[in-house]
């Protein structure tokens, strides 16, 4: 499904869903005036076509003593190798995120360690061992300021104003 096949009432759906994937379907109903049951074959099409993935518990990485996040820029030696290193990485629970990117390093991954002793020896004796990763260079984060799923409100009221969004 495009975007184009997502029609306001979805998008509400979707906001609300964000928010509190939680939410009984039908206090979404009587947020937007609808049927529980329109909202619940709602979200049943929009997980078949793959717009929902699906809902999760998000738990904070500190409330388990994960208290670095780090992202690792990744350099590959060659860069038709990615899909052996990117099966390299999954393997590396530590890693929580990882994207093919452009620019200089080829894969940037979001790293959670307990300190930096746990994340150097993450670097060095796991992640920079894996075949064709030539080198890494890493960034701590100090602080999230910003954590938040996709925006699923008005596209006209964004910061965006080119282009016909919505």
């Not at 499904?1 to 939680?22: E, F, G, P, S, Y």
């Not at 940037?108 to 060095?124: G, I, P």
Request: some cysteine; charged content about 20%.
């Amino acid at each position: 499904m495009t975007i184009d096949h997502i029609d306001n009432i979805d998008k509400q759906i979707l906001a609300h869903l964000v928010k509190n994937a939680r939410m009984p379907f039908l206090e979404i109903a009587r947020d937007i005036g609808v049927s529980g049951a329109a909202i619940h074959q709602r979200v049943k099409r929009l997980e078949a076509s793959g717009v929902i993935t699906g809902s999760r518990l998000l738990v904070k990485p500190q409330a388990l003593g994960l208290n670095i996040c780090a992202f690792v820029s990744i350099s590959l030696s060659e860069a038709n190798k990615y899909i052996e290193v990117i099966s390299y990485l999954k393997q590396i629970p530590e890693i929580v995120e990882c994207h093919f990117v452009t620019g200089k390093y080829g894969i940037l991954a979001k790293v959670y360690c307990f300190d930096n002793d746990h994340l150097m020896e993450v670097l060095l004796n796991t992640i920079q061992k894996i075949p064709y990763i030539q080198s890494t260079e890493t960034m701590i984060s100090l602080d999230q300021a910003i954590e938040r799923q996709v925006w699923v409100k008005d596209y006209k009221n964004t910061s965006f104003t080119g282009g016909n969004r919505g």
